[in-house]
DNA sequence: AGAATCTAGTTGCACACGCAACATCCTTGG
DNA sequence: CCAAGGATGTTGCGTGTGCAACTAGATTCT
């Protein structure tokens, strides 16, 4: 089993490149969007989700759903996120256990100057290696990639995005 | 700056699905391989590549700039992997600074047993999800991507990868 | 040859993450 | 109406990660 790596192993060097250029992409626009914002990855992501919801405001189970954290990652990426003072947890009214997280003043005066940066940035980072079409194609193909995935972790396989609203995902 | 997102954001929105559909499909796929194998998804991507390299052996810079490890992580990464006596290091006649990672007969065995299972979760994990020429689209596409992003990290921006072997890369 | 510079790899440190256990609250069923 | 079960969010704990500083060996320049 040394180096025979029969055409089948090509779904396996496809979901390889994924990782590869997920973690590529990532390495590369980290720093410049903390040095330039101060938010990392994560922060970004949940600032985003929240940014683009009626009222600025978000579950937690919600938000934890929708970006790349478990409901305990995201506990702590909101604690730190309301110690720098751009969210804030509010109670939510129907059900006591529940929290919102809302988007202080702060919070999308710091997304305001920073989404532009990053969208330069990734734009430059991208630019000339994808024509339009194909990045429409990439953009489908992983919409639905992701979506099936998704609906393997929630068993019921239902609810997936909804298409108009196509999960935004500013980054992260 | 509250929900609008010009088609410029587009992009943007290719890169978060691509950050997702990385982070769900590594969600999915961690946890089976490390029942079935013991084995994280960094441990794994460092077994892959020596499986896949003459000699089953590897310097630690080429393995770290294969990887998704800094060369810090790497480091790390080896140390438990020699810590399970799945791979040894060894010293470079040539440079005594360098070492070579090199899987040793308990490491092939372990991914001789791995690998299949894995594949085959693959497999069943993405299965009608995508033609199979649209999953040699969407390989090209990433590989395209992948390798503009290593160029700017290298400075250099040259020696890419040798389209001959295609950065195999099993996975993470 | 000898000093300055560069590269390979490792380690101290701080930090972020996930899992599992938990407290709290809602919801069903008798 | 109260008990059993499900959901929401948080925390203790262990672990993995990257950055920056460091050691040691190569390389270049004068």
Redesign the interface.
């Known amino acids: 089993?040394?180096?025979e790596?029969g055409r089948?192993?090509?779904?396996?060097?496809?979901?390889?490149?994924?990782?590869?250029?997920?973690?590529?992409?990532?390495?590369?626009?980290e720093p410049q969007l903390l040095t330039d914002s101060g938010l990392s990855?994560h922060s970004f992501?949940v600032l985003?989700r929240l940014?683009?919801s009626?009222g600025?405001r978000l579950r937690m189970s919600e938000l934890a759903s929708q970006t790349?954290l478990t409901p305990s990652g995201l506990t702590r990426s909101v604690d730190r996120l309301e110690e720098s003072g751009m969210v804030a947890r509010e109670a939510c009214p129907e059900d006591r256990r529940g929290a919102f997280a809302v988007l202080t003043d702060k919070g999308?005066a710091v997304?305001?100057e920073a989404?532009p940066l990053?969208?330069a940035h990734?734009?430059e980072?991208?630019d000339g290696?994808?024509t339009d079409e194909?990045?429409?194609?990439?953009?489908s193909?992983?919409?639905?990639?992701?979506d099936?995935?998704?609906g393997?972790?929630h068993s019921t396989a239902c609810e997936e995005s909804e298409a108009g609203v196509?999960?935004?995902?500013?980054?992260?």
Request: no cysteine.
């Open positions: 089993m040394a180096g790596q089948d192993d090509e779904r396996v060097t496809t979901v390889g490149l994924l990782f590869e250029s997920s973690a590529g992409l990532r390495r590369v626009l990855n992501d985003v940014v683009r009626p600025f790349t999308q997304m305001a989404m990053h969208v990734i734009d980072l991208l290696v994808l194909e990045e429409e194609t990439l953009a193909m992983l919409r639905r990639i992701r099936h995935i998704r393997l972790g196509p999960m935004v995902s500013g980054l992260s």
